[in-house]
C-alpha cells in the first residue's frame, strides 16, 4: 500500500506526537500531486522539502498565486527572531486556509525536539478545529529505552498517563497507553476527524514485530480503524495494520 492508501490526506491533515512528523510530512507532500505544508508550531526550515516556500500574513493568497512548479508550496508567518526556524500560523489562520482551498493542508501541529515519544504539555497540540485527520506518532525505538529526556519529550507527561517512573524501561503498552489516551495523541482531536496513528522506524523484523503487537492493541480504541506502520525517512509503508 502507498502513503496515499494509507493515510487518505484529504482537508486538513494534523501530524502531533514524537518520531517522524516531519519526515511524514514531507513524505505525503511528495505523493501527493499538490499539497501545501505548513505548521501551527514553530517549524525547522524546510525549503528543501516543498517547490517553493513562501513568508505570509495571507497564505490563501499564496495558494491562488501558485505557479504550477510551486508544489508541493510551504507557508509560514515568518522567522522566530534569529532562529533557525519558521513560526507557525494561529490555528484559525489554518481553518480559513483549509476552506478556501481543495488541495490538502499538512500541518505539523506539536514539536518533540526529534525525541522518538512525547506526551502533550497542557498547550499542545495546536490542532485546527476543523482537521480532518490527525496522525499521532511513536517511534516504536522507543521501546526498550528509558524513559528520560534522551529519547522522550517530556517524560513527566508521559510518567503521569503510563505510571512510569523516571529511568524505567518503556514497554509497547506504554506507546498503547499514550497513543490512544485522551491527554495523549487523542488530545485535542476534532470529534469528526479520522486518526490515523502511525508507528514510524519500523526498520527491521524484530522492531516490525514489536510495531505489531502495538497496532493490534491501539486498534481497541473506537476512534482508530487502521494503524500504519512505516519508514518515513524512506518515504515507505512498512503495511497497515486494519481492525
Do not use: C
Amino acid at each position: 500500500m502507498d502513503l496515499i492508501e494509507a493515510f487518505d490526506p484529504e482537508g486538513a491533515v494534523a501530524v502531533v506526537g514524537a518520531g517522524g512528523k516531519k519526515s511524514t510530512l514531507y513524505a505525503l507532500s511528495a505523493a501527493l500531486d499538490q499539497a501545501v505544508v505548513t505548521a501551527t508550531v514553530r517549524i525547522p526550515p524546510f525549503e528543501g522539502h516543498v517547490g517553493r516556500l513562501v513568508v505570509t500574513d495571507d497564505p490563501v493568497g499564496a495558494i491562488e498565486a501558485a505557479d504550477p512548479g510551486d508544489w508541493p508550496l510551504g507557508v509560514v508567518p515568518g522567522r522566530d527572531g534569529d532562529r533557525e526556524r519558521y513560526l507557525g500560523y494561529e490555528t484559525e489562520t489554518v481553518e480559513k486556509l483549509a476552506e478556501a482551498t481543495d488541495v490538502p493542508i499538512l500541518i505539523k501541529a506539536d514539536g518533540a525536539r526529534r525525541r522518538w515519544f512525547k506526551a502533550p504539555a497542557d498547550d499542545e497540540p495546536q490542532i485546527p478545529a476543523t482537521a480532518d485527520v490527525v496522525v499521532p506518532v511513536a517511534s516504536v525505538r522507543a521501546v526498550g529505552e528509558p524513559l528520560t529526556d534522551e529519547r522522550v519529550h517530556r517524560p513527566e507527561r508521559v510518567a503521569e498517563l503510563t505510571g512510569l517512573d523516571t529511568g524505567d524501561e518503556i514497554h509497547p503498552d506504554d506507546i498503547v497507553t499514550v497513543l490512544t489516551h485522551d491527554d495523549g495523541g487523542l488530545k485535542g482531536v476534532p470529534d469528526g476527524a479520522r486518526v490515523v496513528p502511525l508507528l514510524n522506524m519500523v526498520d527491521d523484523e524484530s522492531l516490525e514485530t514489536t510495531a505489531r503487537e502495538i497496532a493490534a492493541d491501539v486498534l481497541e480504541h473506537h476512534r482508530v480503524d487502521r494503524v500504519v506502520l512505516g519508514r518515513m525517512d524512506l518515504r515507505r509503508v512498512v503495511d497497515v495494520v486494519t481492525a
